[in-house]
């Protein structure tokens, strides 16, 4: 392994530390809306296809944080890897909004 303080390492910590985080976050607040809440505007089936993938979409996050800390933040991830949990994350933001509106009216 390279140096550990290299500018390198510091942008991964920086950048890539806070949005796994944040994807954790996210990701955990949608399936507690998806496994707690019937939404009216989806069918069944929609809604534990939703809740599938965000679980999939954990433990693969789950995997990459791990590996992430076992070579002490110095391995990046792929674009690839993190443009699905990206847009599964504002597909579930949506579906958020949308039944917190529906609980307004």
């Not at 009216?40 to 679980?55: A, G, I, N, S, Y």
């Amino acid at each position: 392994m390279g140096d550990s303080n290299s500018p390198s390492t510091e942008l991964l910590k920086t950048v890539l530390e806070p949005l796994l985080e944040d994807f954790q976050y996210w990701l955990e607040r949608s399936r507690q809306l998806l496994e707690n809440e019937k939404i009216q505007f989806m069918t069944e089936e929609e809604q534990l296809d939703l809740l599938q993938r965000v679980k999939e979409a954990q433990a693969e996050l789950s995997t990459a944080k791990m590996l992430f800390a076992a070579t002490d933040r110095q391995v990046g991830i792929d674009m690839a890897t993190l443009m699905p949990w990206h847009q599964l994350v504002t597909e579930c933001g949506n579906v958020g909004m949308r039944y917190r509106q529906s609980k307004q009216e």
